[in-house]
């Protein structure tokens, strides 16, 4: 076994240099800027106490320096993640209490388990089956979920909801308790947040005359300059309003979840779903990234990472951790070359933990709260929902359906109907695939659909090509269509079944052949296959399937009209004859 197989770090890290370190760690400080309110504000968001989110930013970072194939992806607390936590513990225990810390920890335990064995089993293309539209209406309605779950701490009212009706009921039943102080704040550090994003970096370029990787690395620190000025503007005047009190200091002790097979059962299914969110959202950053610099993914060992990450957060006392859209942009535009910028952010999120949480007490909650929406609120794409629409309606059904079961019925039942449809919408397409009826195209050897192009036919031949393997949901559906075509040809002799598209014929598909085979040559038509792949091929050829079949099988779909249709193809052939004497002179 190749230990740079299951180890990338003895891969990059031979090639370490003293020019790669100090573009990693630069990138680290940058990352580490931008993480720390983000991992005290997904905490917050996850239900649990905010040094959890600090916890979960540290062993999970090094794990994945040592396990993953991307040079600039970075781990940690996500929005999605962390709402998805908050979603299968909350019907569990109360907020606050141990037990909800600890269901949450074992969350983080069991989804790092089944990362784990997907990839040693090199399961990674399961995630596949998950489609597109389907994760990205997800993504847009738990951005909603979350923006939305923050306006009471904007307000500085307490609400809660784990739906968007919920969520807004209770919100308006708390109106008359908001805090003047906290909407004020709020306000600010959104309008701030948002303004940083865009005219800040111009602003340090034009007026201090900065470098543009300079005046990029302090705009990016906008969201601890609001903390900062937040934690001041309560101090100096005693402002009214929910703040994050004290954070224990010091780093996590290493422990294990509470092993509770009736605990495990009960968030089984919700560890499974956000690991399968996880790694979808993970590897297709990670490819994104990596293209840039043309460089590989290993998507199987991209799995292992992320289940080693994850059981770090577990016995660190984290929660589930995922792969960050905008920190892994930020960590690649910062110039990181290695995974080790993610160890170094680690050192820095240890250090923030020893020494800065003091400082953070009179946090407003309503900063946090600021600092969420604007994250999360680039993951909300509702202009998906017309660019599907235009191009499929059955995919645009899908995610519509996902956005509103997950703002009506919560996040576990939104994801798990988006991968129901997911699945459903894979097995209604295979069931029902393009099926052609094609023609020759004048003069030449090819054949296309007679629906679309200018061809000719022979009366008694049908040519047809299925578009997609052949297997059991589908097998039934060509039967039916052949059947439906002989019905309305009373003069076919011969059918030629062209697979230039199948790649496999699975055994229920095989039976269905054998009994349509022998129906034809009952009703006294000749059924012959063309352009069988050599897969496809060898595996018929160890049935009874070809020494039964009436026709022929032809090497193409030219061959076999030639044979069944020599009037049809005379022109071709004459030309090609002349073609030969020319050549021959």
């Known amino acids: 076994m190749n230990p740079r197989r299951y180890l990338p770090i003895l891969d990059w890290g031979s090639r370490y240099n003293a020019e790669t370190l100090g573009n990693d760690l630069l990138a680290a400080v940058i990352v580490t800027i931008m993480l720390i309110p983000q991992s005290l504000a997904y905490a ?165 005359n900065l470098g543009a ?63 399968l969110v996880g790694y979808v959202e993970t590897i297709s950053v990670a490819q994104t990234l990596a293209a840039k610099r043309r460089q590989r993914i290993d998507p199987d060992q991209e799995l292992i990472a992320l289940g080693a990450a994850n059981v770090g957060a577990a016995v660190s006392g984290g929660f589930p951790v995922t792969g960050g859209f905008a920190r892994s942009v930020v960590n690649f535009d910062a110039g990181a070359e290695t995974p080790a910028a993610g160890a170094f952010t680690a050192v820095g999120m240890a250090a923030a933990t020893l ?82 009826v094609v023609g020759q195209v004048p003069g030449t050897e090819h054949f296309r659909n007679i629906d679309r192009h200018n061809v000719v036919t022979a009366t008694d031949v049908l040519s047809i090509r299925i578009d997609e393997s052949l297997y059991f949901p589908n097998a039934r559906f060509l039967e039916d269509r052949l059947l439906a075509e002989i019905a309305d040809n009373p003069g076919l002799r011969h059918i030629v079944l062209i697979c230039n598209a199948v790649n496999v014929i699975d055994s229920s598909a095989l039976e269905t052949l054998e009994a349509l085979n022998a129906r034809l040559r009952d009703g006294g038509v000749t059924l012959h296959l063309s352009e069988v792949k050599g897969p496809v091929m060898d595996r018929l050829s160890r049935s009874h399937f070809l020494h039964e079949l009436s026709g022929r099988v032809f090497l193409t779909q030219y061959d076999a009209m030639v044979a069944l249709a020599p009037a049809l193809t005379a022109e071709t052939r004459a030309a090609a004859r002349v073609e030969t004497a020319k050549a021959a002179r």
């Open 355 to 436: 020494f800065l949480t003091p400082l953070l007490a009179d946090l407003p909650k309503a900063t946090l709260s600021a600092t969420i929406i604007v994250a999360v609120l680039s993951l909300v794409d509702l202009g998906a929902l017309p660019r599907t629409l235009r191009y499929s309606r059955a995919d645009f059904a899908a995610m519509l359906a996902t956005i509103l079961v997950t703002l009506v019925l919560g996040v576990e039942t939104g994801i798990s109907a988006g991968v129901a449809l997911s699945l459903g919408l894979h097995l209604w397409r295979s069931s029902r695939p393009h099926v052609a």
């Open 44 to 208: 917050l968001l996850a239900g649990l106490p905010p040094e959890v989110g600090l916890y979960a930013s540290i062993a999970p970072l090094v794990l994945y320096a040592l396990f993953g194939t991307s040079r600039t992806l970075a781990v940690g607390p996500v929005a999605v993640a962390s709402l998805m936590t908050a979603a299968a513990v909350a019907p569990l225990a109360a907020q606050g209490t141990p037990e909800y810390l600890g269901a949450a920890v074992a969350l983080a335990m069991i989804s790092g388990l089944m990362l784990l064995a997907m990839g040693v089993l090199r399961l990674g293309f399961l995630a596949n089956f998950i489609s597109h539209p389907v994760i990205s209406g997800f993504i847009t309605a738990s951005g909603i979920l979350i923006a939305a779950g923050q306006l009471p701490q904007i307000l500085g009212v307490s609400a809660r909801g784990e739906t968007l009706p919920h969520l807004l009921a209770s919100l308006w039943a708390k109106l008359g308790d908001t805090k003047p102080a906290a909407i004020v704040i709020g306000v600010a550090v959104i309008a701030f947040l948002f303004w940083s994003r865009t005219r800040l970096k111009p602003l340090l370029i034009a007026r201090f």
């Open 213 to 275: 990787r300079l005046a990029g690395a302090l705009s990016r620190a906008a969201p601890i300059l609001a903390v900062a000025l937040t934690i001041l503007a309560v101090k100096l005047f005693g402002l009214n309003l929910p703040v994050v009190g004290d954070i224990p200091r010091g780093l996590p002790v290493p422990t294990l979840p509470p092993f509770d097979p009736v605990l495990w059962s009960q968030i089984a299914v919700p560890a499974l779903l956000i690991a």
